[in-house]
T-cell receptor, first 114, second 109 residues
């Protein structure tokens, strides 16, 4: 996990609250991917971003979920009005160029909705 | 949608045994990847395969990219306790990495 930093590692939210997950990519990487992992499942693609652009959000629910990767600062995955079904591990990966398969993953944020 | 079928779902083996797991897909992928995930951690890339038919080794790990570009296998030789974890195959296409559901490797003492 060469330098991708995610925080917080664990996040507990009550139903209806907002969750904000942060991802700082490897220094110099301008491509960020977000994945969601349910227990006993593989990782499911959510969204692919470059600096200031969303390239592919085909895996992200249309409502309540949004993602950004500003020119400065970390990428943010935002979940509004969380529900119990949003409880999962959310992983971020970064790479230094488009189509680079050697993406490095962070340690994930484990979201629990109570 | 794109799906990867990974088997077996779990394995219980004795330390020192060799391990083999595989992954198939109905779709062609440009690149096959094998990751390992340990509890509470993110996936770590083990091997990347870029060409159909390619056979690549990384220490005790060997992986091959199938000729049809729709399958791959991973072998681990002489397993040791630290090999325990979940092994994911993944295919790369259209800027996405698509993951299988994983093979959970358990090593018996």
């Amino acid at each position: 996990n060469a330098g991708v930093m995610q925080n917080p590692r664990h996040l507990v939210r009550r139903r209806g609250q907002e969750a904000r997950l942060r991802c700082s990519p490897v220094k110099g990487h301008s491509h960020v991917y977000w994945y969601r992992q349910l227990p006993e499942e593989g990782l499911k693609f959510m969204v692919y971003l470059q600096k200031e652009n969303i390239i592919d959000e085909s895996g992200m629910p249309k409502e309540r979920f949004s993602a950004e990767f500003p020119k400065e600062g970390p990428s943010i995955l935002r979940i509004q009005q969380v529900v119990r079904g949003d409880s999962a591990a959310y992983f971020c990966a970064s790479s230094h160029r488009q189509g680079n398969t050697e993406a490095f993953f962070g340690q994930g944020t484990r979201l629990t909705v109570v | 949608g794109q799906q990867l079928n990974q088997s077996p779902q779990s394995m219980f083996i004795q330390e020192g045994e060799d391990v083999s797991m595989n992954c198939t897909s109905s779709s062609i992928f440009n690149t096959w990847l094998w990751y390992k995930q340990e509890p509470g951690e993110g996936p770590v890339l083990l091997i990347a395969l870029y060409k159909a038919g390619e056979l690549t080794s990384n220490g005790r790990l060997t992986a091959q990219f199938g000729i049809t570009r729709k399958d791959s296998f991973l072998n681990i030789s002489a397993s040791i306790p630290s090999d325990v974890g979940i092994y994911f195959c993944a295919g790369h296409r259209d800027d996405k990495i698509i993951f299988g559901k994983g093979t959970r490797l358990h090593i018996l003492p």
